[in-house]
Each structure stands twice: as C-alpha cells, then as structure tokens.
C-alpha cells in the first residue's frame, strides 16, 4: 500500500496568483497523477509526473497552467498557475502501485482550493 | 476512449435493505473497472476492483460488485449497509489509450445515503 500527504488540504487564493500543492508518498512509487475535481463533477486526470522529465499532460491541460516537478519518487508539486475562479477545485495527487498480485490507485485526501 | 457512467445522482436505502449503485462502461477490449468511495473532506478509498475471473467480486467494508458483460456492467452491492456507508461512490475504469496508460476514468459519481 502507499499512505500519501497532500499539503495544503484547502486554501482560499486571489485570482491572479498562484498555488503550489505538495504530494509526499512514503514509499518509491513509478507513477504518480495529478486530477482535479471540480465542483459536483467527477475527477478528472491532469497529468502524468514523471519522474526526471516533464510531465504528460492529457488534452486540455498545459505545462504554462499546471507546472508539475516530480523531483524524485515519493514527492510532486503541482503548481495552479495565474488562477481564476473556474480553478475552483479539489486537486488530488495519486498513485499507482503494482505488487505481485494486484496494482492498486491510492489517492491523497486532496486539496479544496477556492480562488476568489 | 474507455468511459463509464453511473446514472444515478443519488441512492437512497433503508439500513440494513439491500443496495445497489449502478455502473455501465464502454470499452476495447477486456474492462479494468473499479469502484471508489470519498467521505466528505477526504480522499478517494479502494473498495474493490475486476480484472478477471470471477463475476462476483467481493471488496472492503462488506461491499461486493457484480461485473455482466452482456450488459455491459458493474453494479456496486452491499447486503446490509449502515449509515455510515453513506458517501459519494465513483466507478472506474483503466484508460491503456491514455497518455499514462494507468490512469482511471471516473464516472461523475452516485451519492449513497443510508438512513436509519
């Protein structure tokens, strides 16, 4: 299993500034996802961080909006850039473990973020 | 892309009557599908998971899913849910075709309320 941190748990932003959320795991872990849920949706997947090299981000995502560092394998940063209230969100780190017999999601509790 | 979709916004059940959530998903090839619960101000937990085998699935907290691939489903199911089962349940599927490979896709989420 993975137990995993997530800094803040909530935040209230001005528009036009930015945020900068920490994912700690307390084990070495390949893959790690960032999604973000918005408002009375469902979770939506962000990016890939890899570890090492630029993240991958899936359609409608951008390195400029969301930088992401993975710096080594227990620890991300996703960074909500230039916000506006549509950032309005729970963003949640997560990741994915592979054993023997099972490969299992874990995911951090999140981090609510309202820009005003 | 694989999809799910649960329609149901909301279950409502008697404790100790018999639940269930509905899920339907679409997809190439054989279905990874998942069910996760979030409680409020908390992060995404693993109930339970199909891969193969078996199309009775049994999971944590008593909760069991039935996968029917003539219709194409995975239905949620708890015998005697409690009031504290009452949370927000999200299916999911594994995406290969994803830039990540791992990630999942989420349905929008079915809220549970068990009432005493």
């Known amino acids: 299993s993975a137990v995993i941190s997530q800094k803040p748990s909530r935040d209230i932003c001005q528009r036009g500034t930015s945020l900068t959320i920490q994912c700690q795991v307390d084990?070495?872990?390949?893959?790690m996802f960032w999604y973000r849920q918005q408002p009375g949706q469902s979770l939506t997947l962000i990016a890939t961080?890899?570890?090492?090299?630029?993240?991958?981000?899936e359609s409608g995502f951008v390195i400029d909006k969301f930088p992401i560092s993975r710096p080594n394998l227990t620890f991300s940063t996703l960074t909500v850039s230039n916000m506006s209230p549509e950032d309005s969100s729970i963003y949640l780190c997560?990741?994915?473990?592979?054993?023997?017999?099972?490969?299992?999601?874990?995911f951090g509790q999140g981090t609510r973020l309202t820009v005003v | 892309a694989q999809s799910v979709a649960q329609p149901e916004d909301q279950v409502n059940v008697a404790e100790g009557n018999p639940l269930t959530v509905k899920c339907t998903y679409s997809?190439?090839?054989?279905?990874?599908l998942f069910w996760y619960v979030q409680y409020p101000n908390r992060g995404l937990q693993f109930l339970l998971k199909y891969i193969t085998g078996d199309n009775l699935v049994k999971g944590s907290y008593g909760f069991e899913a039935e996968f029917n691939k003539s219709q194409t489903s995975f239905k949620l199911k708890k015998p005697s849910p409690l009031v504290s089962d009452s949370a927000l349940y999200f299916c999911a599927v594994r995406d290969p075709f994803s830039n990540s490979g791992y990630a999942l896709n989420f349905g929008k989420g079915t809220s549970l309320l068990v009432t005493p």
């Open positions: 961080a890899n570890q090492g090299s630029e993240a991958t981000y």
């Open positions: 997560s990741v994915v473990v592979e054993g023997a017999r099972i490969t299992e999601a874990f």
């Open positions: 997809v190439s090839g054989n279905p990874y």
């Open positions: 084990s070495q872990v390949t893959m």
